[in-house]
């Protein structure tokens, strides 16, 4: 497999002619709720756990913790856990307190989240009358875990593959299908890997 040609390839040459990066920044939120467009706002992102193991796995693993009030979840997010889009955002900030840099460029990325379920305090009530949303937002903020998948990814997974493999590993066989896979991708009509060397 040519190195050029495979989806890391897009992220060397980001490094290569990127220059300095900042190193503090901070990251917020916002949960689409596909279902009903509904966009919740969390309080705030409360971590941010990334896992890059390519030896054992074929993407990053990304798991972020937010904070949000109950009522939002319970209502908002909870029903509709089978259709939220993340969108994060990294602002930049300067070296010295939390100002943001207005230098350096804000980033942003949408992902699929997969709610990690702890339940629903609406479902697991045992009361005739569920409190509503308002009364539920005063209780406070409660703490949820999504795991993010990148949009091209999620195109990768569902994509099928019919061919025959000879005189090559499973190794082998599984990079080639993901390399093309990953070149045909594309997200918000932009392809997500260029191929060959741009």
Do not use: W
Not at 149 to 177: H, P, S
Request: proline content about 5%.
């Amino acid at each position: 497999m040519e190195f050029e040609q495979s989806a890391l390839m897009v992220d060397v040459n980001q490094i290569v002619s990127g220059g300095a990066r900042a190193v503090h920044f901070s990251v917020s939120a916002s949960l689409l709720v596909n279902t009903t467009n509904t966009v919740v706002n969390p309080l705030k992102v409360t971590g941010v756990d990334l896992r890059r193991d390519y030896l054992n796995r074929y993407s990053d693993e990304l798991i972020v913790t937010l904070e949000i009030l109950a009522g939002q979840y319970s209502h908002l997010v909870y029903p509709y856990k089978n259709a939220i889009d993340i969108t994060l955002t990294r602002t930049p900030l300067m070296e010295v307190g939390d100002t943001p840099d207005a230098t350096l460029a804000v980033q942003s990325e949408t992902f699929t989240a997969t709610l990690i379920d702890s339940g629903s305090p609406l479902i697991e009530q045992n009361v005739p009358f569920a409190a509503t949303q308002p009364n539920l937002d005063l209780v406070g903020p409660v703490t949820v875990q999504f795991q993010l998948v990148n949009k091209a990814l999620e195109q990768m997974r569902m994509m099928g593959v019919g061919q025959v493999f000879r005189g090559c590993t499973v190794d082998d066989a599984i990079r080639t299908v993901l390399t093309n896979a990953s070149q045909t991708t594309s997200v918000d009509g932009q392809r997500t890997v260029c191929r060959g060397s741009p």
